[in-house]
């Protein structure tokens, strides 16, 4: 009897979850808008599956493909990543560097998007990030490289597409020094699956450094309607260089 | 006052905030209690510091510099940037830069009417 009120508890969640019909805005997209923060944080600290240590929450892996949740890093790749943890000093972000697709998408700050027919913005609040989606078929600017790259949309129902081209192979994927390298592109996927949360989805696809490319998956929370994105004047207050050790391989994605 | 704004800290639902690897600069193995008084509090990004003169044993006095979380991960708990004045006592539980320095990660610090109050630092991303 238990069992079977378990069973109808889990049918009508999965009919629910299968009934939800995003909001939409008056051009028939879903909706998007709103402020937004990674539900799994401890994605911020290191993708792939990883024990609690000091300063590191305890995490699942967020990386759905291949199987197995490892980063599918060429031979000699890994070990850069392993020496990049041993020296995250060396971490672009710890120098108020740009995040870089995909971990834009996930660190432990709210972002906000906000959509029009012709774009979708994605403002981060650490270290003022802005993405501005043009969703209007424009094509990529030629020759550009930062760390965020340069994106552009195209919906496929209700899912936003994202390709991002023209990144500068200098990002990290987390704290815990995975890194992408030269010539790395993502595809990412945006999905409302309820109400409240906008499941993140990104490929990425980069041969200097992987055997095949890799997905990342990270659901985004819905924050509550009082939490607006603050100033991060990340150079003001930013007095850790001076006691960190010589940085011999600084913001270079860990390639030497 | 200051207690009742400061701790809407211990409700806020938001996640504490790291800027950079707590391991990238400082010492698990090497806590610190840090009982003193405190000369400035620059509330800012990434990391907010407290500058606080502490007595040794020998009775000198040493300035430290302790790191707390960003602005941002402090305001969201309740902390404004008047919340420590020169002159009040406080004390810290924080762990030490790896470089010797007297320099240090808060992980909680202890306000002059007793109350402990989480620094938002990246040490307590752990919790």
Known sequence: MKYL??????????????????????????????????????????????????????????????????LPYLPGMRERAVDNDQHRERDPVGQCHMHGVPRVMFPPFPLEVLQDGSYVVILTETEHGVR???????????NYSSWNGDSRGHWEDDTLVVEVRGLN?????????????????VVERFRLTAKD??????????????SRPFTVRVPLR???????????GCIEGERDAAHLPPVNAPVNGGQK | MKSSVLFLLASCGLPLAAHHSFA???DDKQPVKLDGTV???????????????????????VRWSVETGSTNALF????????????DHITIDAFRAKDGSNTANASTVKLPGGRQVSAASSRDDVK
């Open chain 2, 76 to 87: 969201r708990r309740g902390w404004r940037k008047e919340s420590l004045r020169p002159g």
């Open chain 1, 169 to 185: 192979g200098k990002g990290w994927l987390d704290q815990a020094g995975n890194f992408v390298g030269a010539g790395a592109t």
């Open chain 2, 39 to 61: 000369t400035k509090f620059d509330f800012m990004n990434p990391h907010s510091w407290i500058y606080l003169d502490v007595k040794g044993p020998d009775g000198a006095v």
């Open chain 1, 132 to 142: 501005i989606i043009p969703t209007d078929g424009r094509p990529f600017l030629k």
């Open chain 1, 197 to 210: 949360t906008l499941e993140y989805e990104a490929k990425v696809e980069n041969a200097a450094v992987f």
């Open chain 1, 222 to 232: 819905r924050r509550p309607t009082d939490v607006e994105l603050l100033e991060y």
């Open chain 1, 5 to 70: 009120a378990l069973l109808v508890i889990a049918a009508v969640c999965a009919s629910a979850q299968l009934a939800f019909t995003p909001p939409r805005l008056p051009d028939g997209h879903p909706d998007f808008g709103g402020i937004w923060m990674a539900a799994t944080l401890s994605a911020a600290f290191n993708v792939e599956e990883h024990a609690a240590s000091y300063g590191t929450p305890a995490g699942p892996s967020v990386i759905v493909d291949p199987p197995g949740g490892k």
């Open chain 2, 24 to 26: 990238a600069e400082f």
